[in-house]
Structures are given as C-alpha cells and as structure tokens.
C-alpha cells in the first residue's frame, strides 16, 4: 500500500473548519483513499473514502488533488467533539470477496479543537 | 454504536496467564479484523477472518491465535502472556464484498498484564 504523510498536530478554533492534508504521492491508479478517526482510546471510526472525485458526506468533504498525489479532509465546523487523531490510508481497491481489506494505520495527525 | 460488540471491556491478569477475547461482528459482516493498539506501536493489524477461514496475517505473535466461529463470531486467544502484551485490542468487521468496503471498530478490550 501507498505510503502517507500527515502533519503529526493541529490545532482548530471551534465553529472554524478544519482542514486536513495528507500526502500519498505514490498512490497508484486503484487505490482509494480513506479517512478515519480515533477520539481518546475508542475505536476507529470511518468518515469518508474516494478515488480521484470530491466526496462529500454528513461528517466530512475530502478534496482529492487532480495528480491525487494528495488530499484534504475538511471538517466544515469543527466541534470539540472532533478532537481526534485523524488517519489517512491508501489502500488498493480489490472486487473480491474476503480479500484482506486491512487498514494499515499510521500515526494520523492529532487535531485539537480549542474552544 | 458501531454494531461490533467486544467482551470484555478490561482484562487485567498475571504474566504467564492465557485469556480469550470475544467479538461480536455486525449483523451481515463477513470480515473480522484484529487490531493491537499499545501506546508506543500504535494501531497494528495481527489477523483476518473471512467467513471462517483466515485470510490475512499480520504482526501476530506465536503466542497468539484466532478462529471465526460458524455464527461469524471471533476469539482472539493470548497466552504465556508478558507486560509488554498489554494493551488496546480492537476488533473490526466489514462486509466482505470488496465494493466501497469500510471498516468498522468495536470498543476494545483493554488488557493489563501484571
């Protein structure tokens, strides 16, 4: 899978959107790019995923760059609750049933809203 | 609620002791993930299961083992266990179809080796 690069911290001002880059400048052609979170020592949680296209859903909009050598996941107002460490994975796109679809996490960026 | 339960929520045992964690899928989900999440690795995968079967290894030690139960249900069984076993497990379900396939997380089990 390709490799990614996130900021390891931000900080956001509540209300304000959150913009989240992440580098994958060896993406190939059939990997997707996705996006979870983890809040303080509870599960994962998936946000949101796309291929070369925007994507837009109720938690978040992801902005994939033409080359998709890169992305940003934009949290449009941010919330305390959103304080998390956010993950950006790349990770092939395989129609196959019971294929290893396993996420390989990187240290993700952790992002603090602040009041 | 993710719908993927895991039991218990806190483990604590001795070093040498063997303990079973326990995962409950979503209803539908084929895939079962598991993740060791310890403070100074981060979140890593150790196995799949795919309706059944094992489909994928990751940093999974000898000591460790897993199975999917024909209710789709997983264990995931430590033993001889060290300190440096403690930590975040989690356990993740997915489809298993491939198309727009996502990951979903349980709570975790919180283990602690003494």
């Known amino acids: 899978d390709a490799k990614t690069t996130q900021p390891p911290s931000m900080d956001c001002a509540e209300g304000r959107a959150a913009n989240l880059p992440c580098n994958h400048s060896t993406i190939s052609g059939n990997e997707y790019v996705y996006w979870y979170r983890q809040i303080h020592s509870q599960g994962p949680q998936y946000i949101i995923h796309?291929?070369?296209n925007n994507e837009t859903n109720e938690m978040a909009s992801l902005i994939i760059t033409e080359d998709r050598k890169s992305s940003t996941l934009i949290l449009p107002h941010a919330t305390l609750r959103d304080t998390a460490v956010y993950y950006c994975?790349?990770?092939?796109?395989?129609?196959?049933?019971?294929?290893?679809?396993?996420?390989?996490f990187g240290k993700g960026t952790l992002l603090t809203v602040n009041p | 609620d993710s719908g993927v339960t895991q039991t218990p929520k806190h483990l604590i045992t001795a070093t040498g002791q063997r303990v079973t964690l326990r995962c409950s899928p979503r209803?539908?989900?084929?895939?079962v993930y598991w993740y060791q999440q310890s403070l100074d690795q981060g979140l890593q995968f150790l196995i799949q299961?795919?309706?059944?079967?094992?489909?994928a290894k990751g940093n999974i030690l000898e000591r460790f083992s897993a199975q999917q139960f024909p209710d789709l249900h997983s264990e995931l069984n430590l033993s001889s266990l060290e300190l440096g076993d403690s930590a975040l497990y989690f356990c993740?379900?997915?489809?298993?179809?491939?198309?727009?396939?996502?990951?979903?997380f349980g709570s975790g089990t919180q283990l602690s080796v003494l």
């Open positions: 796309g291929l070369k």
């Open positions: 994975i790349v990770r092939p796109w395989v129609n196959s049933g019971g294929s290893n679809y396993k996420l390989t």
């Open positions: 993740a379900s997915s489809v298993g179809t491939g198309l727009n396939e996502k990951l979903f």
């Open positions: 299961y795919y309706n059944g079967e094992e489909r």
């Open positions: 209803s539908g989900d084929l895939s």
